[in-house]
């Protein structure tokens, strides 16, 4: 059985927490999308973690780990993230890499700084990991494939080729030293070496997987409002969000994808610049930045403080619905404890007039937030492991919000642990 782990909104919802405690029953866990500019944050009896290339369940010896050929595949960085957990006394996790996965390469980072320095302020806010670039080029077919690494011929003729079209950008756009071919291919040997024991055919490893009954996870990164054609364009990422492309970034049927798990916050977050309807601004916003998350809402890769809000229906209600909702795993909620009151953003006002649907770009900059106020539970849930348990007005809460999502909650967070956890 495949089920996807992904985010509803804009990313930090806690999919690292849920899907290190779905694996738990799984055999393997994949990544599809994206590359080491989001990160995971994970706690449990190994200490606290941040992932970026690796999927949220290397820590459990009974798993496989695949990064699927839809990743932006930084080879150092996933090879210094095996490492460091291995220095924490995490047994060394077994990792297939696809063969057609492409590889993040130090001109795409180059080119990511280069570009936001050349746009200054107006910049999309990139983590300079290289992303961007890294999926222009795989779009424009001048990418590197794994499967390329161990064809000699084929990379010295292609690096000639990158190097030509590289150095015009570089010298001209710019203005920096150009780069050479002879250090290209050297890069590229040394990640040969690096990820060769590790490839694999990993489509059909999971076609056969699948038709041994394994259970299969698939973890996505960021969630629906920064997919690159139903996101909030272009504050977006540059690969798919949505677990139907999970199908796609591992190489699997897309009918095998039998549940898909949507993590939601309960309050909102978001890194970098772009439209945030429910924002909240000065002390409130910094008390429940202070307090949010596991330690504050501070970027995991970045250290960013993340821009917070109030609770989106209109923003989440759309991001279930293309995720193809079929629970909601719904997190961080013991944060909200020392609330009294607790508004929750329930319709969009649009030139006067007030929606639910979630607009394209330019309508979301005009949006303002319609509120609606639930009552605080003053309570600190942590602890609590039976739905009933939960103060009356915390589980009217929850029910506010699945209702206006229309889609069931399952799942509720009360602490960043792996047994911070209440089924419904
Ligand atoms: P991801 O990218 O979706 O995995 O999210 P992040 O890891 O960036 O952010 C989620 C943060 O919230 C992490 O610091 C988690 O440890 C923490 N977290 C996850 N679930 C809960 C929860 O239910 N309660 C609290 N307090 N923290 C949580």
Avoid at 121 to 133: C, E, Y
Avoid at 247 to 261: D, L, M, Q, R, S
Avoid at 277 to 288: Q, T, Y
């Amino acid at each position: 059985m495949v089920q996807a782990v992904v985010g509803a909104n804009w990313g930090d919802e806690g999919k690292g927490k849920i899907t290190d405690m779905l694996a738990e029953k799984a055999d393997i866990i994949v990544r599809f999308q994206g590359g080491a500019n989001a990160g995971h944050t994970i706690v449990n009896n190994y200490g606290k973690f941040a992932l970026h290339t690796l999927p949220s369940g290397v820590f459990y010896g009974h798993t496989t780990s695949i990064i699927g050929n839809g990743v932006a595949l930084n080879i150092p960085v996933l090879f210094n993230e095996v490492k460091s957990i291995v220095d924490r006394g995490v047994p060394m996790p077994k990792i297939l890499v696809s063969n057609r996965a492409q590889i993040v390469m130090s001109y795409h980072i180059l080119f990511d700084q280069c570009e936001e320095e050349r746009l200054g302020g107006k910049s999309f806010g990139s983590t300079k990991s290289g992303i961007a670039p890294f999926y222009s080029d795989k779009y424009a077919k001048i990418g590197f494939q794994v499967s390329e690494l161990f064809d000699e011929e084929r990379l010295k003729e292609k690096v000639l080729r990158i190097c030509e079209q590289k150095n015009v950008i570089l010298e001209h756009l710019y203005h920096k030293p150009p780069m050479n071919p002879e250090d290209l291919l050297e890069e590229l040997h040394g990640y040969r070496e690096m990820v060769e024991p590790f490839v694999c055919d990993t489509s059909a490893y999971l076609w056969n997987a699948i038709k041994e009954g394994k259970n299969i996870l698939l973890e996505g990164q960021l969630g629906s409002l920064k997919d690159p054609d139903h996101g909030i364009y272009p504050m977006v990422t540059s690969s798919s969000t949505l677990a139907a492309f999970g199908a796609i970034g591992a190489g699997i049927p897309p009918y095998e994808i039998k549940k898909i798990v949507t993590v939601v916050k309960a309050y909102s977050s978001a890194v970098g610049a772009g439209a945030f309807v429910s924002e909240l601004f000065g002390e409130e916003a910094d008390e429940l930045r202070r307090r949010g998350g596991d330690g504050g809402e501070f970027g995991a890769t970045t250290g960013r403080p993340r821009r917070v809000g109030w609770f989106d229906c209109v923003a989440t209600k759309y991001g279930c619905r293309l995720q193809g909702t079929t629970e909601v795993a719904f997190t961080v909620l013991d944060v909200l404890g020392y609330l009294e009151e607790l508004p929750v953003c329930v319709g969009y006002e649009i030139d006067g007039q007030v929606t639910t649907d979630f607009p394209t770009t330019a309508q979301l900059e005009k949006a303002k937030p319609v509120f609606e106020s639930l009552p605080g539970w003053k309570e600190d849930i942590r602890g609590i492991r039976k739905y009933e348990k939960l103060p009356e007005n915390c589980r009217k809460y929850i029910e506010f919000v699945e209702e206006k999502i229309g889609f069931p909650i399952t799942m509720v967070s009360n602490g960043p642990g792996r047994e911070d956890i209440i089924y419904r």
